[in-house]
Nanobody
């Protein structure tokens, strides 16, 4: 079992920044993919960014040039630095762990961007 706990969500004005954190505990594989997804009201959950244990990253087009994903393997923690935020970034952000021992979701953290 893997547990994921997100933090760092909140309310920010357009153009502002937020940093999300997600700490993974439990049976963590040394080789894994950690990622962030988001779900806006009335919309499907979508990928924001992923990062492998080796540091390779992948971003949705909406996140490129504004968001940066990073991870600290020693702390089993993944971060999402979000800059120049837009109202359309408003969503619940979910952390995702994927490895040989399965896929797990965090409980989500609300991010609201006001115009």
């Amino acid at each position: 079992q893997v547990q994921l706990v997100e933090s760092g969500g909140g309310l920010v004005q357009a153009g502002g920044s937020l940093r999300l954190s997600c700490a993974a505990t439990g049976s963590i594989s040394k080789i894994s993919v950690l990622g962030w997804h988001r779900q806006a009201p009335g919309k499907q959950r979508e990928l924001v960014a992923t990062i492998t244990s080796g540091g390779s990253t992948n971003y949705a087009d909406s996140a490129k040039d504004r968001f940066t994903i990073s991870r600290d393997n020693a702390k089993n923690t993944v971060y999402l630095q979000m800059n120049n935020m837009k109202p359309e970034d408003t969503a619940v952000y979910y952390c995702r762990y994927t490895a040989w021992n399965g896929g797990y979701w965090g409980q989500g953290t609300q991010v609201t961007v006001s115009s």
